[in-house]
Nanobody
């Protein structure tokens, strides 16, 4: 089975940056999708970003409206790591961030941010943004 471990969380002031890393226990075939979700206390888990196979050998990425233009998701050349670069962080970005893997599933812009689509989850890493 796949095991996912997040790292890179921490506390930053508004306007700062963090890079989260999701390390996967084995190489991730291109047919798999990996997403980042976050959950604030007493809030529903929400999709932040996903990287998913596109046409040919390309990848597509989709973002929540609230982070679009500030966050960037990417796959590492090792094929075992997916990163989330978070710039211009805001207090509302605070939460527990999880990476999630969907096997053999191509995601689309209007349907990717459903937690039930992802079968493997990490334990999370905390991000706290102070004003």
């Amino acid at each position: 089975q796949y095991q996912l471990v997040e790292s890179g969380g921490g506390s930053v002031q508004a306007g700062g940056s963090l890079t989260l890393t999701c390390k996967v226990s084995r190489a991730i075939p291109v047919i798999h999708s990996i997403a980042w979700f976050r959950q604030a206390p007493e809030k529903e888990r929400e999709g932040v970003a996903v990287i998913t196979p596109g046409d040919g050998q390309s990848f597509d990425s989709y973002y929540a409206d609230s982070v679009n233009g500030r966050f960037t998701i990417s796959r590492d050349r090792s094929k075992t790591t997916v990163s989330l670069l978070m710039n211009d962080l805001k207090p509302e970005d605070t939460g527990e961030y999880y990476c999630a893997l969907a096997l053999g599933a191509r995601m689309f812009s209007h349907s990717w941010a459903r937690a039930v689509l992802y079968g493997y989850w990490g334990q999370g890493t905390q991000v706290t943004v102070s004003s």
